[in-house]
């Protein structure tokens, strides 16, 4: 059974620490995965798209890394605006889209 | 991106009326979908909106509850039919940019039934 599994479920860190989300994913035929920040009451917000193992993509104090089962999103020097719901999401050959249940992360002043 | 929105953003609704939700993107887009979020949990894909066919609704999911309309390559609507509290959840519609597997999401209708 195809699955997408994000940990931990909920982070708290201090401004300026640093630190990792996993997803990790038991899919059949990967097409792409993809990383969301939604914040309370609206609809998630592109970040990044990866397609292959051992990519890499940065966005300001963020950076996608995938590997063959699972992808990180490092958060470094986090600030409180950084604070959100990250989710991510596979898309498969057969163009099943499916959503992990994501991180809360709370970055405090 | 293409720039979405959804009307309404919000409504609160007595059990076994219908709510339709109108979803308008400013750009033409070949795929628009439709996904439910319920409290706590993650986005689950209701329906693949198709211009000018059926939608192609997913496992769980059924036209008669969830109809759906996609006149042209701007606009669906979505419809929750015979609504009990189950139904009170955040519906999002997104597009699919036009060569990318990405997809762009609207920024939601919060329903809740009473």
């Known amino acids: 059974e195809d699955q997408v599994t994000q940990s931990p479920e909920a982070l708290r860190l201090q401004e300026g620490e640093s630190s990792s989300l996993n997803c990790s994913y038991t899919v059949s035929g990967l097409r792409g995965l993809f990383w969301y920040r939604q914040d309370p009451g609206k609809g998630p917000e592109f970040l990044f798209t990866?397609?292959?193992a051992g990519e890499e993509k940065e966005k300001e104090r963020l950076k996608a890394t995938l590997t063959k089962k699972e992808s990180f999103l490092h958060i470094t020097a986090p600030k409180p605006e950084d604070s959100a719901t990250y989710l991510c999401a596979v898309r498969l050959t057969g163009n099943q889209f499916y959503f992990g249940t994501g991180t809360s992360l709370t970055v405090i002043p | 991106s293409a720039v979405i929105s959804q009307k309404p953003s919000r409504d609160i609704c007595q059990r076994g009326t219908s709510l339709t939700i109108q979803c308008q993107v400013d750009s033409q887009v070949t795929m628009m979908f439709w996904y439910r979020q319920q409290p706590g949990q993650s986005l689950t894909l209701i329906a693949t909106a198709n211009q000018g066919s059926e939608a192609t609704y997913e496992s769980g999911f059924v036209i008669d509850k969830f109809p759906i309309s996609r006149p042209n390559l701007t606009f669906s609507t979505l419809t929750v039919s015979n609504m009990s509290p189950e139904d009170s959840s955040i519906y999002l519609c997104?597009?699919?940019?036009?060569?990318?597997?990405?997809?762009?999401f609207g920024p939601g209708t919060r329903l809740t039934v009473l």
């Open positions: 997104s597009v699919g940019q036009g060569g990318t597997d990405t997809q762009y």
């Open positions: 990866l397609y292959s």
